[in-house]
């Protein structure tokens, strides 16, 4: 495609192609202000999108026009490059719609994308008639992507809320790591975890163990004690993974007790917070980090994932500067059991096996429906595999793992002996109690006078309720704005009343 640039009668640039013109053959700037004077938003967008503005006349007047809004251009052509400058941001479309959508949800994210105001230089249709169709296509895929997400915040961010404020309430003892530069290994519940059990057994003493909720069953039931279990899943069923019935007598038998760290937003058993030494991990987001500070609870930094795997690879690395060693990290749905056994929500399961619902139905359900969340997990540790494969490695007893996690190498338990013989251990990963904690009646007393001084803190409410606080951001109506206002505030009200209900 070439585009043919003259002078317009005013001395500006214009272009045209196949004698249709982008911008106005007299005054492309005029051209561009009534373009803008034109725009009609019902509702105050945080950002402005404008398809294939071409030389980017409208820039100005968007700017004097949407004065808090960010400025995007999706280009169909590179031709116009030498003006990408005025905008905030340029994203090309190169014929694949479904890259565009991506690129724009990750650009932008859902917030920005739900109170977004889209617009196309209409003269660029003309040209580009095809390729804007499938930009529209992108754009309602990434808002309903943006609308989906969102939703899914709104559903879980209160139950998120509680399980953190029931966990700074009850919890008793916390303790904290001290960086070394021992070896870890970090056990999670896939099927290859089972190649490594005797090994971990046999070398207990050689490394730091960390467990993933969902191994630390089948660890104990081989009398294998980690040193740290590390769970961040805020549904209810995790709390089955760290309180199965047989975890307590398993746990007086070897005359041993764990850390337990957990996020601030996992969902953990309140007879674990108020008897057991927690770790408190916070997450650099949400607002669980301003009440554990405020409350005078210490914690370690944590960074969320998709999956606690995500999560316990990069805190190991916090706290060694040694190697870390991935078993069970399969990534990959298995025939039968998907976990090693036991694992304490396959136990659950099997009390409702019968004649009618076999045990094969249930092998065959979560082979297939465990396919795409794995896949996206596998794609996670694929994508940072460069950033881990210095120190992180893949360890079982030459199981034949399914799929490669990109650069992070895998190894068996011959090369695990090599490298931590030619290693030499200087500083151990250490445990550090911390200071008593502040009486619980006292503690839950300032909770709640933090929680009503959050109520007035915009970060605090996008955290909690994003819709809601989303929909008052956009609304340009003082009257429904208002509206809005006080459904927000019934909602803090009524969260308020459930949480000293629980607690």
Not at 107 to 123: C, H, Q
Not at 407 to 427: C, L
Request: glycine letters at 4%; aromatic letters at 14%.
């Amino acid at each position: 495609m070439s585009f043919e640039f003259s002078t317009a009668k005013n001395g500006a640039e214009t272009c045209s192609y196949n004698g249709k013109f982008l911008h106005s053959k007299y005054n492309p700037q005029n051209e561009g202000e009534k373009f803008v004077t034109n725009l009609v938003a019902d509702f105050s967008p945080s950002c402005i999108i404008i398809i294939e503005p071409a030389l980017s006349y409208c820039v100005p007047f968007l700017r004097k026009k949407f004065k808090d809004a960010s400025l995007y251009a999706i280009r169909c052509t590179r031709d116009f490059s030498k003006t990408d400058a005025f905008w905030d941001k340029v994203l090309y479309f190169d014929s694949d719609k479904d890259k565009l959508s991506n690129d724009l949800f990750y650009s932008l994210g859902e917030e920005t994308l739900f109170s977004a105001a889209f617009f196309e230089w209409t003269p660029s249709r003309g040209v580009f008639t095809e390729e804007t169709a499938e930009i529209w296509q992108a754009i309602k895929s990434a808002v309903l992507k943006a609308r989906d997400v969102l939703g899914t915040r709104s559903h879980f961010a209160k139950r998120w809320f509680k399980n953190s404020f029931i966990f700074a309430a009850n919890i008793a003892k916390t303790e904290q790591l001290s960086v070394g530069d021992s070896p870890v290994i970090i056990a999670a519940s896939g099927r290859s975890l089972e190649t490594s059990l005797p090994y971990l057994q046999a070398q207990r003493n050689k490394f730091f163990l960390i467990a993933v909720s969902s191994a630390y069953s089948a660890l104990l039931r081989h009398g294998i004690i980690p040193d740290l279990v590390i769970s961040t899943d805020g549904g209810y069923w995790a709390k089955r993974h760290i309180a199965f019935p047989a975890s307590d007598k398993m746990l007086k038998e070897a005359n041993a007790r764990p850390l337990f760290a957990f996020s601030s937003e996992a969902a953990v058993p309140r007879k674990i917070l108020e008897t057991q030494r927690i770790l408190p991990l916070c997450y650099d987001d949400g607002s669980s980090r301003d009440f554990f500070q405020s409350a005078g609870i210490s914690f370690m930094n944590a960074r969320r994932n998709g999956t606690v795997s995500g999560t316990a690879a990069e805190f190991a690395l916090t706290i060694t500067t040694g190697p870390v060693f991935f078993c069970g990290l399969d990534q990959a749905p298995a025939k039968g059991f998907q976990h090693t056994q036991p694992n304490a929500l396959d136990m659950d399961a099997e009390t409702t096996f019968n004649r009618i619902k076999p045990k094969e139905s249930k092998f065959a359900m979560s082979q297939f429906s465990s396919a795409g969340s794995l896949e996206i997990y596998r794609n996670w540790f694929i994508t940072r595999s460069e950033y881990f494969s210095a120190r992180l490695f893949r360890l079982s007893d030459n199981f034949r793992f399914s799929f490669g996690l990109g650069k992070i190498r895998d190894i068996n338990w011959q090369d695990f002996s090599s490298m931590i013989k030619s290693y030499q251990q200087k500083q151990t990963i250490g445990f550090i109690k911390k200071s008593s904690l502040q009486e619980k009646s006292a503690r839950i007393k300032k909770l709640f006078e933090i929680l009503e001084a959050s109520f007035e803190k915009p970060a605090f409410l996008n955290d909690l309720f994003p819709t809601d606080f989303l929909m008052l951001k956009r609304e340009k109506s003082e009257e429904k704005a208002l509206q809005l206002k006080q459904v927000l505030e019934e909602k803090c009200r009524l969260l308020e009343k459930e949480l000293k209900d629980l607690i």
